[in-house]
Each structure stands twice: as structure tokens, then as C-alpha cells.
């Protein structure tokens, strides 16, 4: 017996189908007379099915996961306001979600993704039909699986256009580009990380980083799979950069041309004119590029940052710019690129970004805080009597390590179900200790499903400290359900009488995703005004699978409006 509400899905989609349709002959033919205006095409329908395909990069062939077919996917094209329509369709023999990475989903958490966060990973032969809408947003973000490592080859762009009618606040280029960053191993993912954990060491790094899915010239291998950029000279282009990698943040450089940042995670910015695009997993950066140099190719390199013992991948990926009339053989203009641990670099990028602020676009950081919580997050070790030393690696938030429920928190919110989390996650450490100095002996980290509890509406400032318990590194970390503003970063230990009061409280840049540099600190602030589970956690996914994880609890406000929507039917089951 087919459900009324299975027949309603089906139904929502065909609506969408028709009026998507409509949509597409008005635009073709721009026959406004025969579809009048009142015809809103505001409903985006997309049929993602995640299927295996055989892949070969460094001279090896492996079968990968993805959507469609594509590596990377398919991008998602949108404008703000519009509703969008994913049924996700499960062919391969993983489980899946798909997180849309900063879509905000007001009310919607049930279409946010993370694997017994939000939802139950959908089943071999399922689907699910994920829904939501792109309110007061516009710019570059992306989609990823989130469940295991499986984002390394699901992932995708996702491009949110203005309303239209509405210009971008920067010139209007000649054309827009798309551009991923990636890593690839010539192993599977999923044996990789499976090894790790029963071990208990770290994962094997990967062997190579890619544009669009080309790593470009490699050591030993004769083919040069290599991405290219076609430019016209004198004409300039948005280039939408996009961090996929799992586990390296990355430097993007052209040679002999500048980048005028005007977007970072789908927020405006103030231009910021740069030789050296810095971006963690996770971060988006869209910038303008002129094609003002002299007819030839130009490299475009990829190179890791890690300014720590930490190990890294440390392969160039390589593309070219090439111009139009470009003659064949002609040899490529190289570029020098920062050192793997180019701190300054990276400080000099991330402490120039600015909101916009302007009249159309302001800057809403919030004054009065309710709560203040203070987070301290790395890598610690554990007893662990199969592992190969007796030990493994694990990650905590305040010494707490997540621990993935079989239930998904949202499900046990919403219903009521006890003994799947609890909510008396640590506002600040239990015992404090000198984060990035000398770290205390005997520290063993406690298990646990805990989030911490915030009311509707109410605003938080975090500050993150970074502590040096086995080695200091840099955290990329990530907040579903809602942007923040990074009103302040430093090195070493963060301190709350003095760090304050040089604060940027006037245009501190927006973001979802925000480096947390080695061995020091980042205060972010925003308002819980989306009711709901969030999850907050480091995007470096390694560190991810050991724990360093959390999630907030938003509690619904007052009348339906501020309230999450009830669960849809087809929501997958555990």
C-alpha cells in the first residue's frame, strides 16, 4: 500500500518537474507573452543517484563512489529564495547522506545531513528526497557526502545566484567558474580509515591533490591529467574556488596573476586584492580574475599548508591558464609557491577578510552575549588494548570525544527518546591548564553523546583554543544551521581580559567554516535562531573520526514560525 505521504512527495516533485520545465522554455525562448510572470521559477528539482564508477588518475584505476557518475558532481545551481528539491537515490553497498555544506536550513534540519546527527544514513536500494529552501543566502557553497570518508569522491559545488534583478555588488564578470579542490588517494578511502581505527595510527596521507578532479603532471606517471582554464585576454571572470579536500587546508596561486576576493562561504566581502587564496576543508573563496597578462600559459598550483610535525601530503596539484591564441608547445609560466608552513600567509589572508557591511549587505554581529563558552579542542591518546602500540589517537572538544549515537539526535529530540544523547556538554574546560604550553600528564580523554542547550534566539560567543596535549596543529571547524562572525583570532593561549578589547565588532568577516590556527585561538559569535541539532566539529575528517565533534541544541521559540517542521515521512530509518 503506497502512503499518502509518499503520494505527496511524488506529488511536490512533479509540481516541480512541470514548473522547472516551464521555466526552462521561458528562459529559452523568452516567451513572457505565452507564460506569464506570475509563474515564479523558484523550485529546483535535481535526481542525485550515488552510483560506483571505475576512475583512473596516477597512471591506476580504482571503482569510487559517486553521484551521477561525476568527479567531482554535478553542480547545483540555484537563487536565493529558491526551493530546492534533492531525491538522493542509494545504488552502491555504503550507507550515505549528503550534507549541503552552510545552507543554513531554517526549520529544515531534517535535510542538513550529517549521518546520526540530523538523520539515519540512507540504506543500499533507498532514497530520500531532501528539502529545503535557500533563505537570505547567495554565493558559493558545496554539497559532501557526510557519513565515513565517503566526501572524498561525493562532493560537488553549490552556486546560489542572486534574485534576479539583483546585481552583484562587485563588476559583473564575462564568465563564472567552477573550481574544486580535492584530494586523491590511489587506495580506497574507506580501507584507509578502516585500517586507521583498528590500528589505532593515523591514516595514510594522500597521494595527490586535484583541480576538478585532475591532480595535473605527478611523479611517476607519464599523463598529464591536468585542469584548464580558458581566458580571453582582457576579460575578467568569477572563479569560484571550493576546499573538498578531507584533510588539507590549501594554497591557491596563478602565475603572474592577482585575485580579488569578493566572497568567502557565501557571504560578501570587502575586495581584497591577493596574489594567495588560502582556504581549510570545507571554505569557499570567490574572487575576480583579469586575464591581463600576455598571450601563453600559466600555472595554477594547489600546495598543502601544515606548520606542525603533523604529516601531509606535500604534492603540488597543477592546472594551466591559457589564453585564447595561444600557440601549441608554448611553455608554461611558473609560479613560486608559499612553504608548507607559510604561517604568515596564512595569517596575513585571514586577518585581511571583511564583511562588506554595506547598506544592502549589513553586518548584524550581535553586542550582548547569554552565553559565553569557552572550547578547547586537539588531539589526545588513549589506552586501547588491540591497537598496535596498546594505544590510539582520539580528538576531544573540552576532553570530551563524540561518540556517533545508532539513533540520530534529531529523531530523539524531536520525539523524546531518552538514553541517545544528553545535553550537559561542557561550557569550558573542567580543569583548566596551560592549552599551548607544556601540557599536564595523566590526561585521558571521557567518552560521550552530550550537546550543549541554547534557547531560541539567544546569542553565544565561542571562543575556540587550540591546546598542544600531543602536537598543536590548525583546525578548519564548522557550524551547521547558522554563519558566525570571526571577531578575533590570536597565537598561544587566548586571554579573556585583554583579547577582547581588540575584538572586530563593526565588519569581522562571516563565515560557516573557520581556521582555528596552530597552537592558538578564534572567537566566533552568532544567534541560535534556528531551532534544531547543529553539529559543530573539525573538518579535517581525520579528526573528525576521533571525536573532535559536538552539537548544539536549539530549542523551538515561540508558534509554529519559530519552530522545526515535523519530520517528513520518507525520513530513512536506522
Sequence with gaps: MVSSK?????????????????CWVRTLLFISVLVPAFVECRIRHYHFNVVVKNETKLCSTKPIVTVNGKFPGQTLYAREGDNVLVRLTNHVQY???????GVRQLRT???????????????????????????GQRGTLLWHAHISWLRSTVHGAIVILPK??????????????????????????????NQ?????????????????????????????????????TGKTYLLRVINAALNDELFFKIANHNLTVVEVDACYTKPLETDTLFLGPGQTTTALLKADQGIGKYLIAISPFMDTVVAVDNLTGMGYLRYNHTLAFTPTTFVPIPAVNATPVTSVFSDSLRSLNSKQYPTNVTLTIDHSLFFTIGIGINPCATCFNGSRAVAAINNVSFVMP?????????????????????????IPFNYTGTPPSGIQTMNGTKVYRLAYNSTVQLVIQGNTIVAP???????????????????????????????????????????????????????????????????????????LKMAFLVDNGKGPNESIEPPPSDLPKC
Design 473 to 547: 596543529e590548525s583546525h578548519p571547524t564548522h557550524l551547521h544551521g547558522s554563519n558566525f562572525f570571526v571577531v578575533g583570532r590570536g597565537v598561544g593561549n587566548f586571554d579573556p581580559d585583554k583579547d577582547p578589547l581588540k575584538f572586530n565588532l563593526v565588519d569581522p568577516v562571516e563565515r560557516n567554516t573557520v581556521s582555528v590556527p596552530t597552537a592558538g585561538w578564534t572567537a566566533i559569535r552568532f544567534r541560535a535562531d534556528n531551532p534544531g541539532i547543529w553539529f559543530f566539529h573539525c573538518h579535517l575528517e581525520v579528526h573528525t573520526t576521533w571525536g
Design 164 to 193: 534576479k534583478g539583483v546585481p552583484y555588488p562587485f563588476p559583473k564578470p564575462y564568465k563564472e567558474k567552477v573550481i574544486v579542490l580535492g584530494e586523491w588517494w590511489k587506495a580506497d578511502t574507506e580501507a584507509v580509515v
Design 196 to 232: 586507521a581505527m583498528q590500528t589505532g595510527l593515523p591514516p595514510n596521507i594522500s597521494d595527490a591533490h586535484t583541480i576538478n578532479g585532475h591532480p595535473g603532471p605527478v611523479p611517476n606517471c607519464s599523463s598529464d591529467d591536468a585542469y584548464t582554464l580558458h581566458v580571453e
Design 109 to 135: 534540519g531534517w535535510s542538513d545531513g550529517p549521518a546520526y546527527i540530523t538523520q539515519c544514513p540512507i540504506q543500499p536500494g533507498q532514497n530520500f528526497l531532501y528539502n529545503f529552501t535557500l533563505t
Design 406 to 430: 545508532t539513533t540520530a539526535i534529531l529523531q530523539a529530540h524531536y520525539y523524546g527518546i531518552n538514553g541517545v544523547f544528553t545535553d550537559d556538554f561542557p561550557a569550558k574546560p573542567a
Design 95 to 101: 550507507n550515505v547522506t549528503i550534507h549541503w555544506h
Design 6 to 22: 509518499f503520494k505527496q512527495d511524488k506529488r511536490l516533485e512533479t509540481k516541480a518537474a512541470v514548473l522547472s520545465m516551464v
